[in-house]
């Protein structure tokens, strides 16, 4: 699943959630409907590998109506063994607060309907609270939690209420560093109780191909220590 971040709210409140680069994103200057397609080079989701460690092809589009906006977000990899269907919904509540709700899809069981959403659901539901962080102190900081569907905790099958928080600080113009935990038992994150998922550092740059376009390429260098692993994802933007 990790989405750019990703968590899959790509408003204003985006975090470092995700390691995904905008890719071929295009918005229509006379309306609020926005589209596009992320490239990576894997799919890294909170510091969890999603699939096979190969790139993947994440669309989106959205629409925004003064502080909300409604989206869908996609991925799949190159061989086509993971597929995700995601739904979210935005609300700015000021320049520094946003909630998000998110519609996670990414199980895809042979043989269930979509439009499934009882007990034996493959979507997850989460909530988000996102803080942007102010001009004077850049923390940013995201809470969230699932709270219905297919989160299961492995040892007993009941509820998870899987919940991940993440802080983020810009360093330079151009580099952050984020730290993110699971706070309990989650099989989403392969969490037995607290751990941490998701260090790493991101740094950006923009090459100039031309004098009138420019190519921003980024790198994410990330841990999970909870998992003993280490990622290292590119991007780029066209």
Known sequence: MIRTWRIMSKGLFALVLTTTATVAVAQDSKSNFNVGADVVSSYVWRGVVQGSNEPNIQ???????????????????????????????????????????????????????????????????????????????????????????????????SQAYSTYIELGYPVTSNAKIFAGASLSESNVYATTGFGVTNIGLKVSKSIEITNTFSLPVYGITGFNPSAKSAFLVAGFTL
Do not use: C, M, Q, R
């Open 59 to 157: 669309p989106f589009a959205s629409y925004t109506s003064g502080g909300l906006t409604f989206g869908v977000w996609g991925s799949g990899n190159f061989s086509g063994s993971l597929k995700e269907f995601d739904l979210n919904a935005t609300y700015n509540v000021s320049s520094l607060i946003a909630v998000t709700l998110t519609d996670y899809n990414w199980t895809f069981t042979p043989g269930t309907s979509y439009f499934k959403y009882n007990s034996g659901t493959d979507h997850i539901f989460e909530a988000t609270l996102a803080y942007a962080g102010i001009n004077s102190f850049p923390l940013s900081a995201s809470v969230n939690t699932a709270f219905y569907g297919a989160d299961k905790k492995p040892s007993n099958g």
